[in-house]
């Protein structure tokens, strides 16, 4: 395994994945200064305060901060692992964040977006151009900003217009910086007591995450075996709304990117309405699917009914099926539990399929044709 890996992975992914809570240690400790300004924008000149996993913090009541009183939505501008780590900060804070919250992975800004609006304003490379489109478009709203990213043009128009840049964790490729970018926003989220950080919780979530790097690194792990097993079949991944569907298209995008092939998502309930149909001619035009279930116990009970009886049709058809879920105390702990086992598949995915998993010529390629 470790020569193939060697072979096909010359810039050392397999390390980064592995040391992947390094990104979370980096991201709770990221200290900036932080201030929303009047009118749209964000001055780096004054200190909401910080925090550190050394220190005790275990949050503050969400929503009286006098910088934040006003603001009636959120709105997260980014695409692919940046838009990522705002759809599972929606699950992560789903019972405690008092405003809407709208993850935009689109040039401009929504039509709602105004003056009483947080925009957060996420690139890793800081050169995305819908990013940069949706920058431009919310300062023209008057709304709040802040930017977070490794450099590149979007710190270079904080820099210029006074808004605070979160600085992310360098040195990767985009995807595989989901954690300093999810966990940077959280932070932010805690200095902004839109959300209470619970340091014991993100303590046990970095431990796990340690363990997991030295179980999933090892030869025969278990997904390296579901990566195997899965060779030359198509991934198709239901989640459930509202508690695991943020991890379905992560694991999506992860087949996309690392393991070059396609994958397809959708989520319980409203399969049921519609593509539960298609499984009737399955076999029909010689498909070899896997099915992958992201589970867990917050489930509503009618929709775990509903996954139960799709099963009996899966065997029906003798499909390939695997129930992902995890065991953890807590649904935090939970989601990152399934989202780092789910991106150790495709990344060996692509290995047993002798492909480089950081390779992406298909999306280089678009960029500079539409440039």
């Known amino acids: 395994m470790f020569d193939k890996i060697k072979k096909l992975d010359p810039t050392g992914q397999f390390e ?23 009118g749209g924008g964000v001055s780096s000149a004054g200190r909401l305060g910080s925090s550190s ?25 980014g695409l692919g692992g940046s838009a990522i780590a705002g759809d599972i900060l929606a699950l992560w804070g789903k ?43 919310a300062g023209e709203r008057g709304a709040k900003r802040i930017c977070l990213t490794t450099g590149g043009t979007l710190k270079e128009l904080a820099g210029r217009d006074g808004v605070t840049v979160v600085p992310l964790m360098p040195g990767f490729q985009p995807r595989y910086a989901l954690y300093t970018s999810f966990f940077n926003i959280l932070n932010l989220f805690s200095k902004l007591e839109l959300l209470k950080r619970d340091d014991e919780l993100l303590r046990r979530i970095v431990a796990n995450l340690r363990s997991l790097g030295e179980k999933y690194s090892q030869p025969g792990n278990r997904a390296y075996q579901i990566a195997q097993e899965i060779n030359g079949k198509l991934p198709i991944i239901y989640s459930a709304v509202g508690v695991t569907d943020s991890i379905g298209t992560r694991f999506k995008g ?23 149909i298609g499984w009737e001619t399955y076999g029909s035009m010689n498909e070899n699917w896997a099915v992958f279930e992201l589970l867990d116990e917050t489930i509503h009970p009618q929709v775990k009914k509903r996954f139960d009886v799709f099963n009996e049709i899966l065997a029906e058809k003798n499909v390939s099926l695997y129930k992902i879920s995890s065991s953890l105390p807590t649904y935090q702990e939970r989601l990152f539990d399934m989202i780092y086992f789910l991106d150790w598949i495709t990344y060996y995915r692509a290995i047993v399929w002798d492909k480089d998993p950081v390779e992406i010529d298909y999306i280089h390629l678009l960029k500079k044709r539409i440039s």
């Open 16 to 38: 980064v994945l592995k040391k992947s809570a390094d990104q979370v240690e980096d991201a709770l400790n990221n200290h900036f200064d932080l201030r929303l300004g009047d």
């Open 53 to 77: 996993l050394g220190e005790a913090d275990n949050g503050t009541d969400t929503g009286k901060n006098s910088e934040t009183a006003g603001i009636k939505n959120i709105v997260i501008c």
């Open 95 to 137: 019972e405690e964040l008092k405003v809407p919250l709208y993850i935009n992975r689109n040039y401009g800004v929504p039509n709602f977006v105004s003056s009483d609006s947080l925009v957060v304003l996420s690139s890793y490379s800081g050169t995305t151009e819908e990013t940069l489109s949706a920058y431009h478009a």
């Open 254 to 276: 992860q087949f996309n990117e690392n393991g070059k092939t396609h994958a397809f998502h959708n989520v319980f309930p409203e399969m049921n309405h519609n593509e539960i």
